[in-house]
């Protein structure tokens, strides 16, 4: 049976990924296709240290071979280049779904994704059967969060949020296997609509409390963000203030969803654009979504659009 996959050439983009710098972009290294200045602001004090714990030690090679700095002498290449080696033949990198060698997501587990039809997609809000009528941006669902409707301009994700779906959210952000941010990238940047690439919107992400940022050693939207942006030839701009630690267990909904909307604001000093592509991971509820839109908006952003990878 052919797969939701094969039948995607929904829109123009990238379903492959162009030719993958060895290293991320970050300052020091040319950045590609003109986004050189912002390239200081990609890496944050304490990422490359970050915590590595709840990384899998096989997982560690690909890793490696990202974070050498390029300063380094021809020797210390060499021996990193040897080091690699060694590391990739103990510890060789596998496939988060099927544990298959030589791959963080192999072709076969990327074809059977649950990917999220988008000729039958809620246009509005990304949900998986709301292109006719849909049931879960109505003003009704929408009441708890004193509107009517999403306050963004458009709302895509790729994936319906299964266990699959879930397990490779997990092995990326959790078990720190950052090599999959560029196939979750591109998987997304194959749904993002051309309208909204007409207006030329720079890509921003939904950052992650400084808590999870230490916990996990990077900002996982930030990455799928850079690598988004990478894919679809546009700005990178880091838009969001990091949120403060939210204990939100004990809140009712509609507490959960004011706390979250206090917890947002446009980063100080950011110059926000007039268009917007925002990229989270995960969207289940939605309210981080909306909580970011509106600190953007408020920030002066005049569209805003949303990708996430997978959403309930
Ligand atoms: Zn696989
Ligand atoms: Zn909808």
């Not at 020797?75 to 060789?92: S, Y």
């Not at 749904?191 to 999870?212: M, R």
């Not at 963000?225 to 204990?247: F, H, K, M, N, V």
């Not at 969803?257 to 990229?279: C, E, H």
């Amino acid at each position: 049976m052919e797969t939701k996959a094969e039948q995607l050439p929904l829109f123009t983009l990238a379903a492959d990924p162009p030719a993958a710098p060895a290293i991320p972009y970050r300052a020091g290294r040319p950045a590609p296709r003109g986004r050189q200045e912002r390239a200081g602001a990609l890496q944050s004090p304490g990422e490359e240290r970050g915590t590595q714990r709840h990384r899998r030690r096989r997982r560690a090679a690909p890793q490696r071979q990202r974070e050498q700095p390029p300063s380094a002498t021809a020797g210390h290449h060499l021996r990193q280049r040897a080091f690699e080696v060694f590391a990739e033949t103990l510890f060789p990198t596998r496939c988060a779904l099927c544990d298959a060698p030589g791959t963080v997501l192999c072709d076969r587990c990327a074809r059977r994704l649950p990917y999220i039809d988008a000729t039958l997609a809620c246009p509005r809000c990304g949900a998986p059967y709301g292109r006719v009528q849909c049931t879960e941006c109505n003003p009704v669902l929408m009441a708890p969060f004193g509107c009517k409707e999403p306050p963004w301009d458009g709302a895509v994700s790729a994936l319906v949020l299964t266990e699959a779906a879930r397990r490779v959210v997990t092995v990326y952000k959790d078990q720190g296997e950052r090599g999959l941010a560029r196939p979750m990238a591109a998987i997304m940047g194959r749904y993002l609509p051309p309208a909204w690439l007409a207006d030329e919107p720079a890509v921003a992400f939904v950052p992650a409390t400084p808590g999870a940022r230490r916990r996990r050693g990077f900002d996982h939207a930030e990455l799928l963000a850079r690598e988004l942006s990478w894919i679809i030839g546009a700005e990178w701009a880091p838009l969001l203030a990091a949120p403060r630690r939210l204990d939100q267990r004990r809140l009712s909904r509609t507490a959960r969803i004011q706390n979250m909307r206090a917890s947002m604001r446009a980063l100080p000093g950011a110059t926000i654009p007039p268009a917007i592509i925002l990229v989270d991971d995960v969207c289940t509820t939605g309210s981080t979504l909306m909580a970011a839109v509106e600190a953007l908006r408020e920030g002066g952003a005049h569209t805003v659009y949303c990708a996430t990878f997978a959403r309930t």
